[in-house]
């Protein structure tokens, strides 16, 4: 039976677009490890809401990945390997009521809350995600640790 793991859109961003500055290629390198380990087991599916199919689609456009190979990676989203949530209503009024009590954006909210009682893991370097509102859907876990990213900052390791 397999195990369902929520991928942050800032893991998929890092893995697939090459960095321009120098200190983030070891992000890079990490965040595309980490994904091909997660894409190669078969013992895992890979769980999406409809809102993070758009939301890394168009990081990827913004970052200038190319039509084809976001046009690709669309095409892989709809095989077994990944599961598509749709994104219900009452989800989204649950992600404005919680963004507004914890003051972080609701996108974080808008790509995990419609896969509450999906997925057994989150992978993040988002800082939102140690939240407990995160934290109670499923373990969060950094797979490019010591490096955390924070909307409109730059990545940055954390202190040792």
């Not at 390198?29 to 190669?40: D, H, P, Q, T």
């Not at 009682?117 to 995160?134: C, G, K, L």
């Not at 499923?138 to 010591?146: G, L, M």
Request: proline content about 6%; aromatic content about 12%.
């Amino acid at each position: 039976m397999s195990s369902f793991v929520l991928i942050d859109t800032n893991i998929w961003h890092f893995a697939l677009v090459k960095p321009v500055e120098e200190p983030f290629w070891e992000i890079h390198k990490l965040a595309r490890k980490f994904l091909y380990s997660i894409v190669s087991d078969p013992n895992l599916r890979i769980a999406l809401s409809c809102y993070q199919v758009g939301e890394i689609l168009e990081v990827l456009r913004r970052s200038n990945l190319s039509v084809d190979s976001r046009l690709k990676l669309l095409e892989d989203f709809e095989k077994g390997k990944f599961f598509i949530k749709p994104l219900d209503f009452n989800v989204v009024i649950s992600a404005v009521r919680d963004s507004a009590e914890s003051n972080i954006h609701i996108y974080d909210y808008l790509v995990a809350y419609p896969l509450k009682e999906v997925v057994t893991r989150i992978y993040s370097a988002d800082s939102h995600f140690m939240h407990p509102h995160f934290q109670s859907i499923a373990e969060v876990k950094n797979p490019i640790s010591p490096w955390i990213i924070t909307e409109g900052k730059k990545p940055e390791k954390a202190s040792q």
